[in-house]
């Protein structure tokens, strides 16, 4: 029999020790505490790299190609967000300026056209350009041009969706999305699609990414801001053209 007085264990047959001892764990008991530790610590790591990694991304319109990434280097290299600039006369194949600064006259408006154009020319696909057609609401006359014979007879075709658009881009072709203003007095809109791992997400909200001369030059943006100035353009009044590039 044992009666605890005070902190101490006093056995009927008058032996005493410490209750205080006897209550510390064992030795077995100490290491199932530390695996349940490390246990806990492993998880709480493993979480916090989870929540830190990124979503899975997968694009919605096949991997970027060779000829995909070629037309990536010649985009790159346009410096559109420097060149083709609003409210300058510009040389349409370069971007520079051509007027002096002072310069008043027609043609200072948003360059979307001419620069679509001069990268057609650096690829080698003709579309509608100077001198065939002045820069001034080129891009409502390039717009009718692609859907002509004409257009057809320079290799390019229609085709049906954002999706086929941004395949086609990410497969090596020049891509062009284009909208027609019902005002012919009032400027059309043009960009060329860019190659890019474009989530399904993405593609459904935004579009194609683009890279475009305008209001605002992009050298990656979506189609939705980059049309977003053209009231009824995006995303049911514009219209996507394909060309097969050269290998």
Same mark, same amino acid.
């Given at each position: 029999?044992?009666?605890?007085?005070?902190?101490?264990?006093?056995?009927?047959?008058?032996?005493?020790?410490?209750?205080?001892?006897?209550?510390?764990?064992?030795?077995?008991?100490?290491?199932?505490?530390?695996?349940?530790?490390?246990?806990?610590?492993?998880?709480?790591?493993?979480?916090?790299?989870?929540?830190?990694?990124?979503?899975?991304?997968?694009?919605?319109?096949?991997?970027?190609?060779?000829?995909?990434?070629?037309?990536?280097?010649?985009?790159?290299?346009?410096?559109?967000?420097?060149?083709?600039?609003?409210?300058?006369?510009?040389?349409?194949?370069?971007?520079?300026?051509?007027?002096?600064?002072?310069?008043?006259?027609?043609?200072?408006?948003?360059?979307?056209?001419?620069?679509?154009?001069?990268?057609?020319?650096?690829?080698?696909?003709?579309?509608?350009?100077?001198?065939?057609?002045?820069?001034?609401?080129?891009?409502? /006359?390039?717009?009718?041009?692609? &859907?002509?014979?004409?257009?057809?007879? *320079? @290799?390019? !075709?229609?085709?049906?969706? +954002?999706?086929?658009?941004?395949?086609?881009?990410?497969?090596?072709?020049?891509?062009?999305?284009?909208?027609?203003?019902?005002?012919?007095?009032?400027?059309?809109?043009?960009?060329?699609?860019?190659?890019?791992?474009?989530?399904?997400?993405?593609?459904?909200?935004?579009?194609?990414?683009?890279?475009?001369?305008?209001?605002?030059?992009?050298?990656?943006?979506? /189609?939705?801001?980059?049309?977003? &100035?053209?009231?009824?353009?995006?995303? *049911? @009044?514009? !219209?996507?053209?394909?060309? +097969?590039?050269?290998?």
């Amino acid at each position: 029999m044992f009666r605890k007085r005070l902190g101490r264990v006093e056995c009927e047959d008058g032996d005493t020790h410490d209750a205080e001892h006897d209550s510390q764990p064992s030795g077995h008991q100490h290491s199932h505490a530390r695996l349940i530790i490390a246990l806990a610590v492993t998880f709480a790591i493993g979480i916090a790299k989870v929540s830190a990694d990124p979503e899975p991304h997968t694009s919605c319109c096949g991997p970027i190609s060779a000829a995909g990434h070629k037309l990536l280097d010649v985009l790159d290299a346009t410096n559109v967000e420097s060149l083709w600039l609003d409210h300058e006369h510009v040389n349409w194949e370069t971007g520079a300026p051509d007027k002096d600064s002072d310069y008043e006259g027609p043609g200072k408006a948003t360059h979307c056209s001419v620069f679509a154009a001069a990268v057609g020319k650096r690829v080698g696909v003709y579309m509608l350009r100077p001198p065939e057609h002045g820069q001034i609401l080129l891009a409502n /006359a390039q717009a009718e041009w692609f &859907h002509s014979p004409a257009g057809r007879q *320079n @290799g390019w !075709r229609e085709i049906d969706s +954002a999706k086929e658009a941004q395949t086609l881009a990410n497969a090596g072709n020049l891509v062009t999305i284009v909208y027609e203003n019902p005002d012919a007095h009032k400027p059309g809109h043009i960009a060329i699609v860019r190659p890019a791992a474009r989530s399904e997400r993405l593609l459904d909200e935004n579009g194609p990414e683009i890279t475009q001369a305008g209001e605002k030059n992009y050298v990656k943006t979506s /189609a939705k801001v980059g049309f977003e &100035h053209h009231a009824g353009a995006w995303p *049911n @009044g514009v !219209r996507y053209y394909a060309h +097969a590039l050269g290998k």
